[in-house]
């Protein structure tokens, strides 16, 4: 593959989850009924599968889902927090998705349904340890706090999944689309089939 078609992928790969991780911004704007509505799901999955160059995944998704925080928590708070009490564990999950979005070899029925509910689970199971997140104490460091702890956030779990329905298949979707219509965006396996 030549460096000409390489850089080209990688720009519209980075270009794309830029984009996404701006509409972040959207569910600050509108609280309430688009709280957690967000792409950050979509975007882990959607660098893990399109980038040929594996780590360029975890880079490109950890940076744009890093810097996306450090200016939502500045909007929710005047004040530039860096690192955070979960900053740390959302860089787990986020590792955890984009690593499962390397072992899609094919978009198809079944990778999809991994694509819609890998991120949500991983999100849920692990941000609402209550060891990890105690909600300000308002959940115990117990199995009966993590079960009290899931239920409460299922309706914003709901929320990530329809964000991630809907932002992944754009994500998806126009790349597929792209794909088709320019070789440059294909990689050397892809123009040999």
């Known amino acids: 593959m030549s460096l000409q078609k390489i850089n080209a992928r990688n720009i519209v790969l980075i270009l794309m989850i830029i984009a996404a991780t701006a509409?972040?911004?959207v569910s600050f704007k509108y609280p309430g009924v688009l709280s957690n509505f967000t792409p950050v799901g979509a975007i882990a999955l959607?660098?893990?599968?399109?980038?040929?160059?594996?780590?360029?995944?975890?880079?490109?998704?950890?940076?744009?889902?890093?810097?996306?925080?450090?200016?939502?928590?500045?909007?929710?708070?005047s004040?530039?927090?860096?690192?955070?009490n979960d900053t740390f564990w959302n860089c787990v999950c986020?590792?955890?998705?984009?690593?499962?979005?390397?072992?899609?070899?094919?978009?198809?029925?079944?990778?999809?349904l991994i694509?819609?509910?890998?991120?949500v689970l991983t999100h849920w199971l692990i941000?609402?340890?209550?060891?990890?997140?105690?909600?300000?104490?308002?959940?115990?460091?117990?199995?009966?706090?993590y079960i009290a702890a899931l239920i409460a956030a299922i309706p914003f779990e709901k929320n990530m999944l329809l964000g991630d329905l809907v932002f992944g298949a754009i994500l998806f979707g126009a790349f597929e689309l792209a794909k088709s219509k320019y070789t440059v965006l294909r990689t050397s396996h892809e123009l040999a089939l």
């Open 23 to 25: 509409m972040r911004l």
């Open 46 to 77: 959607f660098g893990g599968v399109y980038f040929a160059d594996k780590w360029k995944s975890y880079v490109v998704v950890l940076i744009s889902l890093f810097v996306s925080d450090v200016i939502i928590n500045h909007l929710y708070t």
């Open 79 to 84: 004040q530039w927090i860096l690192w955070s």
């Open 94 to 112: 986020f590792s955890i998705m984009v690593f499962i979005g390397t072992q899609v070899n094919k978009i198809n029925f079944g990778s999809g």
């Open 115 to 119: 694509i819609l509910f890998a991120p």
């Open 127 to 145: 941000m609402d340890l209550p060891w990890i997140n105690d909600a300000g104490g308002l959940y115990p460091k117990t199995l009966s706090g």
